[in-house]
């Protein structure tokens, strides 16, 4: 093989894997896995923060993907660029809407109330089944209705 052709063979095995990297199908759902992450404008460093995060779990939906960084929208419906090393496939949700959210020692409105969780907590995302999420806050579980969990679901 020829030097020429056996670098084009090369180079070409370098560029495909960024391609290969990225073969995710889209939307999906990450959390932040640290505890400051800065939003971008833009996908890089170069673009100006606009907002930093302090509150390592939040979970996040990710609608696009280019290089390093992540296009993601987070539960209020703010969207912008986080780099993928600041995000992790965990699964986590936040509590959302108004008022208290029954936390459940069985999925079911007729189960035994464990807690009652305020719009806001966040907790370690278990199986869905029925309308009804397990979720781990900080070692207390139970059942959380899916619709007052943003995070739960399909993207």
């Not at 923060?49 to 939906?61: A, F, H, Q, S």
């Not at 993601?72 to 969207?79: A, I, K, R, S, Y």
């Not at 719009?119 to 806050?137: I, N, S, Y």
């Amino acid at each position: 093989m020829s030097k020429c052709l056996r670098l084009a063979v090369i180079a070409s095995i370098f560029a495909a894997t960024p391609a290969v990297a990225q073969d995710v199908e889209l939307p999906y759902w990450a959390s932040i896995d640290t505890e400051v992450a800065n939003m971008r404008v833009g996908a890089g460093e170069q673009f100006p923060i606009e907002w930093v995060y302090t509150r390592e779990g939040l979970p996040v939906k990710v609608i696009r993907l280019m290089q390093g960084w992540r296009y993601v929208q987070e539960p209020d419906g703010t969207t912008g660029w986080i780099s993928a090393s600041l995000l992790s496939r965990e699964r986590t949700a936040i509590v959302t809407g108004d008022g208290l959210a029954p936390m459940r020692a069985e999925p079911g409105d007729g189960s035994a109330l464990k807690w009652n969780l305020e719009p806001g907590v966040l907790g370690l995302l278990g199986d869905c089944q029925d309308g009804w999420c397990e979720l781990d806050v900080d070692g207390h579980a139970g059942w959380v209705e899916q619709r007052r969990l943003w995070g739960a679901g399909e993207p």
